[in-house]
Each structure stands twice: as structure tokens, then as C-alpha cells.
């Protein structure tokens, strides 16, 4: 189910553009929250990042950016009674996916560089100190919700304190399975691109620089333009293979080159720290072939004849086995809600559906399986055959047909009432004073703790 993190912290953003310097101004304290002091120019910074966004100016917005910081500083102290702490290296990873989100957004590291007015790495040290505060005060809201669940009962409440005629309309919805057939390359036709990734591994071990190769020729689209650097990560980041090299080599060392699902790699290690690895690659994609994909399809009809034939091999069976999804082949094959990844449900509204198989699905009837269709995802070419379990019309939301649903939405809700208790009550516990500019703040309302007797006694 959803975690609340981004609820209280999610306008604490990184941008793209020169608004991500601090104003030039005079600055003032306008909140204080226990001995914590927020500043003026920490609510511009804020507002500033929102802009660079493209987003339209609303002054109010600024409100809500002092709720956010106030909250902040609030979760990040009880982090502190409660040891709750972030690693270095965890600090490291998160400054460097940041990074590596604004460079690509940028287009270059050097435009980057150009819209802050100094370096990526200066750039880095700068914001680490807020990085590792958002991340204290995200990982103690966690904390607060850790142990929250909704029983069955707590859903049918839910659902019959909703108004009669205020019930949401659901969509209509399909569950549909797919057995996937992905162009594969022969060993022979693999070689070409095998060799390409040889000879910049020549390169390189002969003295060329390892990131402008990357730049100029890693096709790997996130970290080709940082010099192919991947930034601090674990052991889970990776696909096998590219671990069992990445946690082996010793720093400056350099892999062979080595294929995974993505393509040819090799890379060098930068940094180990602990079970965190910097390491930097370069990729060379295989292109499919009109013969790979030929073979494909081959292999598609013959599995749908076959299904058609024998009506006992059931369509979970299939795709477990023949099926080169593996997101979807040990699910039964059954495609999931991208939009509610971690629901796991497989009810997906027709009007999220690719519109390639939507097509497809609205000629089928219900058990029913389709003739293997080309479908291009991502520029990516692959058969597909599909299987329509059901159907839900668009409907006014029941207990009996949207349990899922109501109950992630009575989470939600559970979430939201006990952040907002927990608020609540150490606010009362905590000495606040808030800057008459921000206490007329219809978020602010309330927050302030202190009269202005007590707020003159306090340094």
C-alpha cells in the first residue's frame, strides 16, 4: 500500500534551472521550531525550485512550502529521540539519483553546471546537509505508519460512511494475461555488437578517458551523459551479472566485457563503501533483426495453434513457460495496474490500456484468446498473444466488486488521520513561533505555540 512520505515533503524538490541558487536577499528567521530556525531564503529556494519546474507563480504556494519545513523540522527532531539515522553512503545515493534526474533534464552536465553557476560537485556538497534532513524526517513519517492496516470491518465502515450520492463511478476495467515473444539474436548476430563493446574496452584499457567513451558512445540513455556513471548502490540495483563484477573488482579495476538482458556492458569501479558500489559503465544495445523478429513470430503461432488444439493446457501454464515477460510470466501472466503497481491488482481501466492492445482487447470476448499481435512498446518490437479473463462495466463503487480499491482508499485515510494526530500532538509538546507574515497562513493556522511574552524570552 502507499506510504505517506511524500505527503508532508513532497514540495522539497530539485530543479533544473538557475532559480536553484539561493536568492540574494535579506534574510530573517520566520519560524522556530524548538531551537531549529527556517529562514526566509529557505521558503524562496523552495518556491524558486517549484518555478524552475515550469509551474505557474502562486504566492500562496509559499504557505504551504513554511507547513512543509515546519513539519520537517518537527519529524526530523523526533528522529532524534527515536535514533532514527540515515548512512552516508544511503545520503551518497540519494545526492547522486538527484543528480543524475537534473542532469538529464538539463540535457548536459555542462548546461547543468551553467544554470546552477558552479560545479556539480560543489553543487553536491551543498545540498547534502537537506538531502539527509528529508530523508531523517521521510524515514520517521514512515515510522509513524509502519504498523498500520485496515481490517475488513474498518473497510465496510469506510465504504458506508461514504453519501449514497456521493459514491465514486469506476471505469470500465479488464483483467488481461499475456504470453510475450521477444526477438532473440542468434550467437552470430550478437557478435557484431559484442565486438563494438570490445573495442571501446580496448580503448580504454590502452588510456582513453573511460567517461568521454561513455558520453560518446554508451547507449545507456540515464547514465551516458555523467560519463556512465551510476552513482552509490546496493547489490539489489543491478542484474546479476552486472554485480557479481561490480562488488568484486577493487576500485580503478575495469570488467571484461560481459552481456546481461540490456546488452553488452563492461565497467569500472569508482568507490566501494560497505554494500554501497559506485561504478561506471558502458553499454552497447543489440539491434533486432528482421530475422529475430521472423523467429518470434514463428514461435508465437506455434504456441497459439497448439493452446488451440489442446484446450487443456491452461493460459498460466503457457505463459510460466513460454512467456519472456518476467514481470508477468510467474503471475500467470496476468498484466498489473501501473498506475497501483503496489496493489498488485489486475484490474486496469480501459482507458490506461496501450492503446495497441485496447484495440485488440475490444474485439475479444471474455475467456477468450487472441492470434499473436506485433506490438511496439518503447521502440521495441514483440509478439504478443492475449488472454481477456473479465470484464467490469463502469459502474458506481460496491463493497462486493471494489473491496481492493476501498481498501487502499481507507488506508489512505488512516494514513492521513494518524500523521495529522501525530502532528498534532507535538506541535502542543514543542515550543513553535511562527513570523506574523506565515501565522495568518490558513495552513499555519494554529501552529503557533508561543504568546508574545513567551517568544520575547526565547533566544
Not at 520537517?72 to 545520503?91: F, N, P, W, Y
Not at 543491478?238 to 538482458?261: C, M
Not at 501454464?317 to 508477468?328: G, I, L, P, R, W
Request: proline residues 4%; hydrophobic residues 35%; charged residues 30%.
Amino acid at each position: 500500500m502507499r506510504k505517506i512520505g511524500t505527503v508532508v515533503l513532497g514540495l522539497l524538490l530539485f530543479a533544473t534551472a538557475g532559480y536553484a541558487q539561493k536568492p540574494v536577499m535579506v534574510d530573517k528567521v520566520i519560524a522556530v521550531v524548538g531551537n531549529s530556525p527556517i529562514l526566509q531564503s529557505d521558503v524562496e529556494f523552495q518556491y524558486a525550485r517549484y518555478l524552475a519546474e515550469g509551474n505557474p507563480a502562486n504566492d500562496r504556494l509559499k504557505c504551504q512550502i513554511a507547513k512543509n519545513l515546519v513539519s520537517q523540522k518537527l519529524l526530523g527532531q523526533q528522529a532524534v529521540i527515536d535514533s532514527i539515522q540515515v548512512k552516508d553512503e544511503e545520503v551518497d545515493n540519494e545526492v547522486d539519483r538527484r543528480m543524475r534526474s537534473m542532469i538529464q533534464r538539463a540535457g548536459t552536465q555542462e548546461r547543468l553546471e551553467g544554470f546552477l553557476g558552479k560545479s556539480v560537485i560543489q553543487y553536491k556538497d551543498e545540498i547534502r546537509p537537506d538531502v539527509r534532513e528529508q530523508m531523517i524526517a521521510g524515514r520517521m513519517q514512515d515510522k509513524i505508519i509502519e504498523k498500520l492496516n485496515v481490517t475488513p470491518q474498518e473497510v465496510k465502515e469506510y465504504f458506508e460512511s461514504i453519501p449514497k450520492d456521493s459514491l465514486p463511478t469506476f471505469n470500465k476495467e479488464v483483467e488481461i494475461g499475456e504470453i510475450v515473444f521477444q526477438p532473440k539474436l542468434s550467437k552470430e548476430e550478437k557478435e557484431v555488437y559484442k565486438q563494438k563493446a570490445e573495442e571501446l574496452h580496448s580503448r580504454v584499457k590502452k588510456g582513453e578517458d573511460f567517461a568521454a567513451l561513455a558520453r560518446l558512445y554508451s547507449q545507456d540513455p540515464g547514465s551516458a551523459p555523467e560519463g556512465g556513471d551510476l552513482g552509490f548502490a546496493d547489490r539489489n540495483t543491478f542484474v546479476k551479472e552486472f554485480s557479481a563484477y561490480a562488488f568484486k573488482l577493487k576500485a580503478g579495476e575495469i570488467s571484461p566485457v560481459f552481456e546481461t538482458d540490456f546488452g553488452f556492458h563492461f565497467l569500472q569501479v569508482i568507490e566501494r563503501r560497505g554494500e554501497q558500489v559506485n561504478v561506471r559503465h558502458i553499454l552497447v544495445v543489440p539491434t533486432t533483426t528482421q530475422a529475430s523478429l521472423d523467429r518470434a513470430s514463428h514461435l508465437a503461432d506455434s504456441v497459439y495453434t497448439i493452446m488451440q488444439k489442446n484446450k487443456s493446457i491452461d493460459f498460466s501454464s503457457a505463459a510460466s513457460y513460454y512467456s519472456d515477460n518476467k514481470e508477468t510470466k510467474f503471475n500467470g501472466g496476468m498484466m498489473l495496474n501501473m498506475e497501483n503497481v503496489q496493489s498488485r491488482s489486475t484490474f486496469i481501466p480501459t482507458d490506461k490500456l496501450d492503446p495497441q492492445i485496447a484495440l485488440v482487447v475490444d474485439t475479444m470476448k471474455v475467456g477468450s484468446i487472441s492470434k499473436p499481435q506485433l506490438i511496439t512498446e518503447k521502440d521495441k518490437k514483440s509478439y504478443r498473444i492475449f488472454y481477456l479473463k473479465s470484464v467490469t462495466d463502469a459502474h458506481k463503487a460496491s463493497i462486493e466488486k471494489d473491496f481492493p480499491k476501498l481498501k487502499e482508499a481507507a488506508y489512505n485515510k488512516k494514513v492521513e488521520r494518524t500523521v495529522s494526530e501525530w502532528f498534532e500532538r507535538k506541535r502542543k509538546q514543542t515550543y513553535i513561533r511562527i513570523d506574523p507574515k506565515y501565522s495568518s497562513c490558513g495552513e499555519l493556522a494554529g501552529w503557533n505555540t508561543v504568546t508574545s511574552t513567551t517568544a520575547q524570552a526565547k533566544p
